[in-house]
């Protein structure tokens, strides 16, 4: 009787954030459907196809709390499979980044089934392991052109209609697909499905105990991951008209972690965030040049020392809901 | 001579060079699973620190004239102690999170002492004279053997060994074992848990940096020298199992071998077949052939 009174503001107060999240989301939105007018719209693909890899991850460590030390896999496994099908096969921009998203599950599926075999700080160091064998691989496999990578990919005509040689269109579609992705992951986590996933990262054994295949749901979230950074990989490699090494690398899974501890781990829009500053940082920063390294690594420790909310884990701190 | 169409020259060639891999990949994993036994962390860093060995020789060599033998001995000490100010000053704030903040803070300081490295040297090595002593070699009629090499894989061994015993047959080794199964009692009966946490730290970092000094005359003084083959001793971890201090030696070598003799009958897989070897281990016995799930 007494939880009553209790639950009432609870679930207003539950409502009202998500009321909140509508608003910060619509403003995101906004933000890059204006930006272009005003800022370089390659470096805003840029952002957006890392925020969507960024959120792909954040959804396993943030929802699952698993942390994967290779995601750059499904990021390089789609640009590839994708260049290779647009260039080489001919594929039409659609398809080729549906192939490349569907290599992307695949390898999440194979990997995942390995890697939810361990848990914590084991999950991590095997997912790193599977990354860099994949590296080793694409460094050797004849069709990924070795240190060239795969150059000049052509981004065609989407549904043989929409010519993506236009900077206009080609943002249209990458605006599509990371705010597609986005809300997919939105309602993933605010599905049943995303809060058993609360409860496995909570508590695994109570989970279990209630009936959970918990294994199944971990491998579920893990391949979901996996497919959406894949579609990340693939739709960047057409706005760069190149796959190459650099995605695949050990660096590259770092720097996913990296976005997402600095926005802010678990939170909806943190992804976002950072890598909107980790992109622009490498960007207008260019003159430090090799000191981007450096200057990642002091971020890394500044945040897991003093920072461990993120930026918008502060900010939600600040208005006292979660963003 | 050929064995399985291979000349043998080939053949023991590359099982030698395995068995100088192993003796890296044994005392880096056993410095990690020293660390991961009472710190509960893994040790990102571990890779630069090896590599903080090595340039701490060449420095020993260029700067002050100080040759390889003391800088064996003075390598590890200073590197350890680097170690136990990082350990004091930053890990030692973490322990009460979840241990996957230590991997992003190991992480992180990795980043930052590769960079400054390659900042400062790029990333073509720097040669690193072999010790006078161990030059030259002998021939064992069938195969050469360079004294060098000799000298590491019999070295790494005297100090793996020599690991396992204080950890598992000595007094200090006990409490080392106690404060790994449980910390408040060990503190409770007067032991500083605490700053046999900072020294387990600076050991683990200071048999990295021993590696590192023995593998400057063979790789060259490299700024990224840790970087990929931390990875490879992550893999190794997990085969073996942190559970045990002997596993992990065992594991060390043996994996060094496999990957010498798939040099010789298949090269294209010889980068790849740690980490195949660790799929096939996860899917058989997933806590690592030593190992026991905690």
Redesign the interface.
Known sequence: MAAVPELAPRAASRADGLAHQRIATAVMIAFFALAPLVLYPVFLMKVMCFALFACAFNLLIGYGGLLSFGHAMFLGTAGYASAHAAKVWGFPPEFAILFGTACSALLGLVTGLLAIRRQGIYFAMITLALAQMMYFFYLQAPFTGGEDGIQAVPRGKLFGLLDLNSVWAMYALVFAVFVGGFLLIHRTVHSPFGQVLKAIRENEARALSLGYDVNRYKLLAYVLSGTLAGLAGATKVLVFELASLTDVHWTMSGEVVLMVLLGGLGTVFGPVVGALIIISMENYLAQIGSWVTVVQGVIFVICVLTFRRGVVGELGRLIGKPL | MEIFGVPTQALFGQLLIGLINGSFYALLSLGLAVI?GLLNI?NFTHGAQYMMGAFCAYFLLSKLGVGYWWALAITPLVVGAIGMVIERL?LA??YK?D???G???T??????????F??EYGTSGIPYALPQELSGGRNLGFMFLPNYRAWVILASLVVCLATWFVIEKTKLGSYLRAATENPQLVQAFGINVPRMITLTYGFGVALAAFAGVMAAPIYQVNPLMGA?LI??V??V??IGGMGSIMGSIVTGFALGLIEGLTKVFYP?AS??VI??I??IV??IK?AGLFGTQR
């Open positions: 991961f893994i930053m704030r973490l999170l241990h996957l903040y991997l992003l803070l992480f992180g300081l990795a980043l930052i002492i590769q960079g400054l390659r900042n990929d990875i490879v992550f893999a971890v997990v294209e980068n790849t980490f195949i660790m799929a996860l899917m997933p």
